[in-house]
């Protein structure tokens, strides 16, 4: 087998291993985000019915009771969403009937970048 021959079989390999590596990675990158999207409410749920001692059907019921709960505090957070959004609004207009036109161009910067930082919007400085 000449170099050339040889070179092409050995990236062809290489292309394969990478291949391979990157849906592995892939693959374990997915589990580690479903895990942590449900906030790990399954090892949750699994460490509470350790330690209450509950039977198979006590766990079940918890399950569902806490799935329940869950929804109906995101159908909460959906209904109250435009009152927040409004008293926030109100704010901003009281915030900028003290602050000068940079102070409040500065607040509305400082305000993006804590929001790029993952803390979201939260009271009057949302």
């Given amino acids: 087998m000449d170099n050339v021959a040889k070179n092409r079989w050995q990236v062809r390999i290489a292309a394969v291993i990478i291949f391979v590596l990157g849906f592995t990675a892939g693959i374990l990158a997915l589990n580690v985000y479903r895990g942590w999207a449900r906030g790990g409410q399954g090892n949750r749920i699994d460490e509470l019915a350790d330690r209450l001692q509950l039977t198979a059907d006590q766990k079940t019921k918890v399950q569902e009771?806490?799935?329940d709960t869950r929804e109906q505090l995101r159908a909460a957070r959906q209904e109250m969403e435009p009152r927040m959004a409004e008293i926030r609004r109100q704010a901003d207009g009281r915030l900028q009937t003290?602050?000068?036109p940079e102070q409040w161009q500065k607040f509305q910067r400082l305000r993006?970048?804590?929001?790029?930082?993952g803390r979201g919007p939260r009271g009057p400085d949302r």
């Fill in 65 to 67: 009771i806490f799935s």
């Fill in 98 to 100: 003290v602050l000068t």
């Fill in 112 to 117: 993006e970048e804590r929001q790029r930082r």
